[in-house]
């Protein structure tokens, strides 16, 4: 049984930070992307940030510079590193894990962003 466990979110101003944290449990096996999207309200799910096998990394042009994304050695926590926070990336975050022949999503965690 494969599980995403998200934690971090909450509210913050514009220019805080949060640092979100997914927890995978259970064994998945093959090569496989980790990654980050979001959904703010009225909107469509969007890309944040994926990091690959072999450690390459990808960024929305909207948050390039601002957010980091990683994991752990063991691959079964990834991060995301929130700074310079903005209106505008308030959405529910959503963890994902996928691969060839499977395809895992957490919960989802809210971040507001607001003064």
């Known amino acids: 049984q494969v599980q995403l466990v998200e934690s971090g979110g909450g509210l913050v101003q514009p220019g805080g930070s949060l640092r979100l944290s997914c927890a995978v449990s259970?064994?998945?096996?093959?090569?496989?992307?980790m990654g980050w999207y979001r959904q703010a309200p009225g909107k469509q799910r969007e890309l944040v940030a994926i990091i690959i096998s072999g450690g390459s990394t990808k960024y929305a042009d909207s948050v390039k510079g601002r957010f980091t994304i990683s994991r752990d050695n063991a691959m079964n926590t990834v991060y995301l590193q929130m700074n310079s926070l903005k209106p505008e990336d308030t959405a529910v975050y959503y963890c994902?894990?996928?691969?060839?022949?499977?395809?895992?999503w957490g919960q989802g965690t809210q971040v507001t962003v607001s003064s």
């Open positions: 259970g064994s998945i096996f093959g090569i496989y992307v």
């Open positions: 994902r894990v996928s691969g060839v022949a499977y395809d895992y």
